[in-house]
């Protein structure tokens, strides 16, 4: 049993946690879309009420220096567990380093398969060294142990980033690999491009959201049918001059030697999909490993031995095999809540529904207790975000104030994605919209926070709609591109976030700490309002109850 505080906040209604994504703190430079947007509610409880800055990205939130920015997975990571874990990139970056991955049963099954067979080695995953679902040093690591190994062929299947990394960024990228596979290419190893496309295009779908993307890109890779080119580095210049493309939205393409694809998937092959973040590579992993698989017609299901960087999915073991083991994320908030019988709800739309959920819980699929936990998926829409740049927050805001007028639930937490997937696009004008969207709901979920007589801690998991614009270092202004117009930025940023404590009723009972705080000190701040003192195992929390 859990120790209760010996004088609690005695909080009559939900304690509600509003995660707006991608809503960072930022200077209001003209880059900054949250500034730009009408906001007043936001700006008014920002005004008003405690706040405290919190770290989102780097060491903060398990990744391996402060120039990685943070993402969504490791912001519910440690939102949900209270603490920090070494995350994706770090785990593989060590694993390499040390050889362990080399030297484990993933990459031995997978490199015995290609030797035995005579078979070809294929690589496919997002290609850039944006740190965030993968980055394209373990993809050369890999090649190089490849042919250390014995594996004479080798094909990758590049997703192309502009996303994480600069929007139109992909022949930096591609111009210096094909450099590294031309030298590491001899006549015992034969090692190239196969195929590519955006990430936004094929391949890397999410939550179930658009299968018809996994669907394209298994065409692309597995049966080589796509539009054809001499090289990736054509194909990205020819769609670019033909479409005005960024690179997240290249349509998909097959490198061919005359008429023949370089690199389709067949019997006996083996396959790595190279990420280490888990959202965007379950789907293809279904689709190589699942023998019932119905989400669309395969054509052809060949027969390969397949595995993730990562096990992406802990409880569903997706994949089977994997080259590192992921961290052991135990005693989250979710399960201490659980434990303790106390009420919980979890909402979002289908884009952020896995993070207040699996990565929320730990990567663990499924509930900890079915009777006190409730979790709701407000499916998203299937269109290009900058679209329909409301998203649907005014349904994750009917919801909530549904579910708090009932009065079951002590806990409550919620994911407005808007700021992190309109950001994402790159359209300043979609993002300003979004942003003022999301202030309207704010407005009517506030009201109903007070109305039941709740308090809510508002903060994000990182910055994204702050920074429209690449910044220069130097001057602090938007970077201008030669034809007078800005350059956008559609990654994360290194921004703090904020976290704002809306509380019209019991602020008395505690005091907001001054200080050097993180997304894992969310966790033991929720459960000191909830009336527990926090697991020793947790970091600190942000407030000292009276």
């Avoid at 008014?44 to 402060?66: F, N, Q, T």
């Avoid at 959920?357 to 829409?381: L, Q």
Wanted: aromatic share 8%; hydrophobic share 35%.
């Amino acid at each position: 049993m859990a120790t209760k505080l010996q004088n609690p906040p005695k909080i009559k209604g939900p304690v509600v946690t509003l995660v707006l994504d991608g809503v960072g703190i930022a200077p209001d430079n003209g880059a900054n879309a949250i500034k730009l947007a009408r906001t007043p509610v936001l700006d008014r409880i920002m005004e008003k009420y405690p706040m405290v800055a919190l770290k989102a990205h780097g060491v903060a939130v398990g990744l391996p220096s402060d120039d990685d920015m943070g993402n969504s997975e490791v912001g519910h990571n440690a939102l949900g567990a209270g603490q920090v874990f070494a995350q994706g990139a770090k785990l593989v970056t060590q694993s390499i380093e040390t050889k362990k991955l080399f030297g484990g049963k993933g990459w031995s099954e997978i490199s015995s398969n290609c030797r035995e067979n005579n078979s070809v080695l294929h690589f496919i995953g997002l290609f850039s060294d944006g740190n965030v679902h993968s980055n394209i040093s373990h993809l050369k690591a890999l090649i190089e142990g490849a042919k250390e190994d014995g594996v004479k062929k080798v094909r990758v299947h590049i997703l192309l980033d502009g996303r994480d990394v600069g929007e139109t960024s992909a022949l930096d990228y591609v111009d210096p690999f094909e450099e590294f596979l031309a030298a590491i290419s001899d006549n015992t190893f034969d090692a190239k491009i196969a195929s590519g496309g955006g990430r936004m295009n094929i391949t890397m779908d999410r939550y179930e959201a658009n299968w018809e993307m996994v669907k394209r890109g298994w065409d692309i890779h597995v049966l080589g049918e796509g539009r054809a080119f001499k090289s990736a580095k054509e194909a990205i210049e020819t769609y670019r001059s033909e479409l005005g493309c960024i690179d997240q939205d290249l349509p998909g393409f097959v490198i061919t030697d005359g008429n023949t694809p370089l690199g389709t998937v067949n019997d006996g092959d083996s396959v790595v999909f190279f990420n280490f973040r888990g959202d965007r590579a379950i789907e293809i992993s279904k689709a190589f490993e699942d023998t019932d698989f119905d989400k669309f017609d395969r054509v052809r299901f060949p027969k390969v031995c397949y595995a993730g960087m990562l096990e992406y999915d802990g409880d569903l073991h997706i994949p089977s095999r994997y080259l590192v083991a992921p961290p052991e994320i135990t005693g989250t908030m979710g399960e201490f809540l659980a434990n303790e019988k106390i009420t919980q709800l979890a909402v979002s739309e289908t884009q952020k529904y896995g993070h207040v959920t699996y990565f929320w819980n730990g990567n663990k699929s499924g509930k900890y207790d079915e009777a006190t936990e409730t979790y709701i998926e407000i499916p998203s829409d299937v269109v290009p975000f900058e679209q329909r740049p409301w998203m649907k927050c005014a349904e994750i805001t009917d919801e909530l104030i549904k579910r708090i007028e009932e009065g079951k639930y002590r806990y409550i937490r919620a994911n407005f994605p808007n700021g992190d997937m309109v950001g994402h696009t790159g359209n300043m004008e979609a993002t300003i919209v979004s942003m003022e969207a999301l202030d309207l709901c704010l407005d009517r979920l506030l009201k109903a926070i007070d109305k039941a007589e709740g308090m809510a801690i508002i903060t994000a998991d990182h910055g994204n709609a702050d920074e429209m614009y690449e910044i220069n270092k130097k001057t602090g202004t938007p970077k201008e591109n030669k034809d007078g117009s800005f350059k956008a930025k559609t990654s994360h940023t290194l921004n703090p976030v904020p976290c704002i404590f809306y509380d019209n009723f019991y602020s008395d009972s505690y005091t907001v700490k001054q200080g050097s705080f993180g997304l894992s000190n969310v966790a033991a701040t929720v459960v000191n309002l909830l009336g527990y003192e926090k697991p020793e195992i947790w970091d600190e929390s942000i407030i000292e109850v009276k």
